[in-house]
């Protein structure tokens, strides 16, 4: 077991992209420390300082800190700056803390995070044998860490809430003008937030990469999902709706299918910036043509549910959520423990391994996907619009999509009929 962090001071940062919460955390470190007799410096934007050898921060204290648990965003900010990509990097990273007398480090922050916090931590008691104890707190509004099923990040919950309120006014203003959204919602790997967005708002049709079960996406065969949804709609007299996707979609394309992107920016950590391609734009176009081409004239309307979700003020659970995850962050400490994530279960503080979390391949750690074979995603799916594999035997039905189109009956199922299970995918 380590050394206990009385012995020296307690440095806390935040990396990756925002989430509800953090000032949650912050709150109760700084108190639980300051209750302890422990000083606690609040190092700015993450590792960014850090890596260049300058201690960039403030010195906390529970009067600097008060009230701000209830605030969106980082009174400390955030950065996505990667110490991992050099040894020098690591290097200047502990010898900063330890001139400025840290011999404890919390991180708050996605797998990216968790990662760098975990390299450097170890670097510096294998490599330059200093003791410096290191927790993370896990946060992502994505909710796909690897926390047990029943577990949230911090976050999620808030940007939950506040995307079901905008998707609700969105689908008011859907029925009141007699057009179509398509939403696209954070997720960089799996469809958690959208499919709980979508869930809770009762969306008429919610994508997630996780259908695909692996498999890469094709861009025509998500076309093909909306425009029929479209179809089903339109035939119960119903010119309207919003449909939901995960931007994790975007992430497992095809490769054929994103040639286009390759000049588009990436992160420090690898990642293309969803942000910054046009998928709306992309999918919007395709879904035109084709409705177009059959005959169907439907008004399209994209919108981004992104970064206002992020520095949301937290609601009620995620600020008793974080400000229990911050002070169960320093009793871990206090009690000699070390290289792990703070997580809670069964309301009980439960410390997990950074080797029990982290890939020792890939550097990273494992992606909680949603559980498509889960009651809960098939009571969603139940009540989704869309072809499904029930309707292979409702030809009728086909027969009614294909005359709102210039398709007759049997053309329309060679094109669509794949979709519900009457013949192999074509893509």
């Not at 701000?68 to 010898?95: F, K, W, Y």
């Not at 007398?101 to 760098?116: E, F, P």
């Not at 104890?133 to 860490?145: A, E, F, M, R």
Request: include cysteine; proline fraction near 4%.
């Amino acid at each position: 077991m380590n050394a206990n962090v009385g012995s020296g001071k307690l440095a806390v940062l935040v990396g990756g992209g925002p989430a509800p919460g953090i000032n949650g955390v912050i709150h109760a470190v700084v108190n639980q420390a300051a209750q302890n007799g422990l000083e606690v410096i609040g190092l700015y934007d993450g590792f960014k300082h850090l890596v260049e050898g300058d201690l960039v921060g403030a010195t906390l204290t529970p009067q600097s800190v008060s009230y701000i648990q209830d605030q969106g965003g980082s009174i400390l900010r955030t950065s996505r700056a990667n110490p991992t990509h050099s040894e020098t990097a690591m290097r200047r990273c502990v010898t900063t803390l330890a001139e400025a007398g840290v011999s404890a480090l919390i991180s708050i922050g996605g797998d990216d995070t968790a990662y760098s916090a975990s390299r450097v931590a170890r670097y510096a008691q294998e490599v330059m044998g200093i003791s410096l104890q290191s927790v993370h707190v896990p946060k992502t509004i994505d909710n796909d860490l690897p926390l047990p099923e029943e577990i949230p990040t911090f976050g999620f919950e808030t940007a939950r809430d506040l995307g079901s309120q905008l998707v609700m006014n969105l689908k008011r203003d859907a029925v009141t003008s007699q057009h179509w959204f398509l939403v696209l919602t954070m997720g960089r790997k799996s469809g958690h937030l959208a499919l709980g967005i979508g869930n809770s708002t009762a969306a008429t049709v919610t994508l997630i990469p996780e259908e695909w079960e692996g498999r890469d996406i094709r861009l025509q065969e998500v076309v093909d999902i909306l425009v029929t949804t479209i179809l089903l709609r339109n035939m119960n007299s119903k010119p309207y709706g919003v449909a939901l996707l995960a931007e994790g979609i975007l992430e497992n394309l095809a490769r054929e299918d994103l040639k286009a992107l390759d000049h588009v920016e990436r992160d420090e950590h690898g990642h293309i910036r969803l942000a910054e391609v046009n998928f709306l734009d992309i999918l919007k176009k395709e879904m035109e043509r084709d409705l177009k081409r059959l005959g169907v004239s439907v008004r399209l309307v994209k919108h981004v549910l992104g970064y206002e979700l992020r520095c949301a003020a937290p609601n009620a659970y995620d600020i008793e959520y974080t400000r229990t995850l911050g002070q169960a962050a320093v009793t871990f400490l206090l009690g000699g423990g070390s290289n792990a994530i703070i997580t809670l279960q069964h309301s009980q503080a439960i410390p997990i391994p950074y080797d029990a979390m982290i890939n020792p391949e890939t550097g990273r750690t494992e992606v909680r996907m949603v559980d498509i074979h889960s009651y809960r995603y098939l009571s969603a799916y139940k009540f989704m619009t869309r072809l499904k594999p029930e309707n292979c035997d409702d030809p009728a039905l086909f027969e009614r999509l294909a005359a709102q189109t210039n398709l007759d009956a049997p053309s329309f199922l060679r094109r669509y009929g794949y979709l519900a299970g009457l013949s192999p995918r074509p893509y």
